[in-house]
């Protein structure tokens, strides 16, 4: 089980249920029935456990996680500084 699906998916399950039943939005429809879709998804789900390794010859950015090629200063997705030796 996936507990962050679970929890997630009730909070839009709940927010879309509002949205209908309290301020007759429409767009409460979808947002109940994706938010129970994620809660029931959550059962079937199996957590992930482990570490995810970056690409050899790559490091994750400290910013945005995007892969960046170890000898490069900087991260082409969010062109943050990336410290040196690591």
């Known amino acids: 089980m996936r507990p962050q699906l679970f929890w997630g998916g009730l909070i839009v399950l709940a927010a879309g249920a509002g949205f209908y039943a ?3 939005l429409d ?3 979808p947002l109940a029935v994706g938010g129970a879709l994620m809660l029931t998804a959550s059962f079937f789900l199996s957590e992930r456990s482990g570490t995810i390794l970056p690409p050899p010859g790559f490091r ?3 910013f945005c996680s995007t892969p ?3 000898d490069s200063d900087r991260c ?3 062109n943050g500084l990336q410290p ?3």
Request: proline content about 11%; overall charge positive; some cysteine.
């Open 68 to 70: 960046v090629p170890i």
């Open 84 to 86: 040196r030796g690591t």
């Open 76 to 78: 082409p997705h969010c």
């Open 22 to 24: 309290i301020l007759f």
């Open 27 to 29: 767009i409460g429809i």
């Open 60 to 62: 994750f950015c400290v």
